[in-house]
């Protein structure tokens, strides 16, 4: 876990709530804020760094997703192996 992860979860902002950073830079924050299930706000004034804080944030994303899609998946065959020791 990364510090502005746990400093994500520190703060107590519940799952979907918003982190906002004025100063985005390479999008570190706003990264750990998708990895903790909070939405996000980044400003950054210089092209460069918007540039890399958005293949982050999309790599991020896509990570997310994945680990969502894998979580149903296990969650599926929790249900269904709980139906067949239910019989």
């Not at 909070?38 to 982050?56: D, H, P, T, V």
């Not at 944030?57 to 020791?85: P, R, W, Y």
Request: charged fraction near 30%.
């Amino acid at each position: 876990m990364s510090v502005m992860e746990y400093l994500s979860l520190l703060t107590r902002n519940p799952d979907g709530g918003i982190v906002f950073d004025p100063f985005a830079g390479s999008g570190s924050t706003l990264v750990a804020a998708i990895n903790t299930n909070r939405r996000w706000i980044g400003i950054e004034k210089e092209a460069e760094y918007c540039a890399i804080a958005k293949a982050r944030i999309e790599h991020a994303e896509k990570q997310h997703k994945q680990t969502e899609l894998d979580f149903k998946g296990k969650e599926d065959e929790v249900s269904e192996c709980n139906k067949a020791m239910k019989n």
